[in-house]
């Protein structure tokens, strides 16, 4: 097969298809609501809808990668932390 | 409010990067992702082990160290190399025939091939028939940057800050020639000491390019791997083992495909946290 080399397996198409459709849907809601919708949040940071979603992809990683030094498999609990993390970010920083 | 004419025909001239940038950053990337949660013994035969290697990678202490070694190297760096760019910039002379005499001069590090300045920095502190090493070690130090962990140490750092201390200076160059006269004057007519000039004029007009500076030395300095790798190879040991030096060592030495791309993505989520939070603090105080 012409992609054999790249070696997909089904979790990490998921996972770009989740990190996909995230940009397209930054996309989509930018036409709807142009602007970004900036302000500045808790943190005292200026942020846009952009730099809360990169804020919220990258603070999973990382808190995935904390469960799993720390916790050990299985992940749902870092799961469930970033969820928690992207409402939070999304709503108030 | 002026009316603009919306044309997003124009992002169909962005359409070759987009596709430069997916042939040589995004296909990679993801092959490497994929790489990640597999086992394989070459042939293109992948086992699923799920998050097997990064929990492997993460209670490594070989990892650790390297890290460790990585965040000392570049810290240590950022600390000589910004403040001295920074110091031979404020001495250059902004007018006159040795202004080109000068940059020419600072660019010259620039332009040598890297394993080309690793080849010439192993030459010149061999303690036996180089230069440097020769000279270090007629004055009475025992330096022998093969066999000394410390020496091998001052030598990868001394060569680094030769290397990258240019690019420091010119962009702090740059910076310093955008300030208009007016700001020098009215400095002379306050009295103004020349700290204070630094301080109030210089610093601030030279931020921007100055954290383009340390984001790009931060950046660098985190992925070496040419020059340490033909001055010590790692060594002595694994004193100088950073981090890219220890991923090719895992990747192609051992040929351990799957730890070494779970490896690879946590050196860069790292380095993703650290240029975004550098980037993030330093906008941010340019706005105070």
């Known amino acids: ?93 | 409010m002026i009316d603009k004419t919306t044309n997003q025909k124009a992002w169909f001239l962005v359409a070759p990067v987009v596709v430069l940038v997916a042939f040589n950053a995004l296909i990679p990337l993801m092959t490497v992702v994929n790489y990640s949660v597999q086992e394989t013994f070459g042939d293109n035969i992948f086992f699923w082990e799920g998050v097997k290697w990064f929990e492997q990678v993460l209670h490594s202490e070989r990892f650790h160290d390297s890290l460790l070694r990585q965040l000392s190297f570049t810290s240590i760096i950022l600390l000589i190399e910004v403040p001295l760019g920074v110091a031979v910039a404020l001495s250059m002379p902004k007018k006159g025939p040795w202004v080109s005499v000068c940059l020419v001069l600072m660019a010259l590090p620039l332009l040598i091939p890297w394993n080309v300045v690793g080849a010439m920095w192993n030459i010149f502190a061999l303690p036996d028939i180089g230069l440097l090493g020769r000279m270090i070690n007629g004055i009475g130090f025992d330096y022998n940057f093969t066999q000394q962990p410390t020496a091998a140490w001052f030598t990868v750092i001394l060569m680094d800050v030769w290397h990258w201390t240019s690019l420091v200076t010119l962009l702090a160059y740059a910076g310093l020639c955008s300030i208009p006269d007016a700001y020098y004057q009215a400095a002379r007519i306050d009295g103004a000491s020349s700290w204070s000039v630094f301080r109030y004029i210089q610093l601030p007009k030279m931020k921007r390019v100055l954290t383009i500076a340390i984001l790009l030395r931060f950046m660098d300095s985190f992925m070496i791997y040419t020059e340490p790798f033909v001055l010590t190879g790692g060594g002595p040991g694994n004193s100088t083992t950073f981090l890219s030096i220890d991923l090719v060592k895992i990747a192609l030495g051992q040929f351990d495909l799957g730890p070494a791309a779970a490896m690879s993505l946590i050196y860069f989520l790292i380095i993703l946290l650290l240029s975004w939070v550098f980037y993030t603090l330093m906008m941010r105080n340019e706005e105070q």
């Open chain 1, 1 to 93: 097969m012409l992609l054999s080399w790249m070696a997909w397996t089904w979790p990490t198409a998921v996972f770009f298809l989740f990190i996909v459709t995230a940009i397209t849907s930054m996309g989509v809601w930018e036409h709807y609501s142009p602007g970004g919708g900036p302000r500045r949040g808790v943190l005292g940071l200026d942020t846009t809808r952009g730099d809360r979603l990169f804020i919220s992809v990258l603070g999973s990683a990382f808190i995935h990668l904390a469960w799993l030094g720390f916790m050990g498999t299985p992940l749902w609990g870092g799961l469930i932390l970033s969820i928690i993390l992207f409402v939070v970010v999304f709503k108030w920083v």
